[in-house]
């Protein structure tokens, strides 16, 4: 069937498993606003349970940690090797106590951020080893893999233009625009051969970004239903 005519919306009613689809990219790349988009395609169906998630985050203990891994703690440095347990530990709760189960309900999961962030963030740029990372996840995450991602490349210069609109910018978003270059970079090493990773130009404005992103995941889900 081809979802990319203008039947789309009634194609999908064949859908019955759930998708777990992640949505990658640096801090000003639009991630959530493409998660939000995504949601309201699904939902025009009207037929298909969709939850958007944000890694960290999305549970009560998940956001607590967020909380504490997005602020600086007054008069003590976060080790990165924290950094990264603390994520994973949210990462873990999140999966357990959401990400599991719903996808056992045949649901769809959106989720801003997952494993490969941490690579990106952690790997690329803390330079924590990927064999520590890759170690976390196989004890933890092994059996919980995306269907797919896709990620949103943005030029660092360009990420950091839009975040310096908000208001306050969190611990994680005032790092040096080297440090988004090595972790943009790792991105790059890292989907360069995974078939299961779609890469999407946001450089261009938000409603562009939509539209070339609606026909890649169109384009997917016509492949994979």
């Known amino acids: 069937m081809n979802l990319l005519k203008e039947n789309f919306y009634s194609e999908i009613v064949y859908m019955s498993n759930g998708k777990f689809i992640v949505i990658e990219g640096i801090d000003g790349s639009g991630k959530t606003s493409i998660c939000y988009f995504l ?35 007054k008069n003590e440095y976060m080790f990165y090797e924290t950094e990264l347990l603390l994520i994973y530990a949210a990462r873990v709760q999140l999966t357990k106590l959401v990400i599991s189960p719903e996808l056992k309900k045949g649901n769809w999961i959106i989720s801003d951020r997952y494993a490969l962030s941490s ?60 440090f988004f270059i090595q972790v943009r970079h790792a991105y790059l090493e890292f989907i360069r051969n995974d078939s299961k990773t779609i890469k999407i130009n946001a450089n261009y404005n938000l409603n562009t970004v939509k539209k070339n992103f609606k026909l890649e995941f169109c384009s997917w889900l016509n492949e994979n239903i």
């Open 119 to 178: 690579l990106a963030y952690q790997g690329g740029g803390r330079k924590i080893s990927k064999k520590k990372i890759l170690l976390l996840q196989s004890l933890f995450l092994k059996n919980v893999i995306p269907d797919i991602t896709f990620y949103l490349d943005v030029k660092p210069s360009t990420g950091l233009e839009r975040i310096t609109k908000r208001k306050n910018k969190d611990r994680i978003e005032k790092n040096t625009l080297n």
């Open 39 to 73: 949601k309201k395609l699904l939902l025009k169906h009207k037929k298909c349970h969709v939850k958007v998630l944000r890694d960290p985050g999305s549970t009560s203990i998940s956001e607590k940690i967020r909380y504490l891994i997005k602020n600086s703690i």
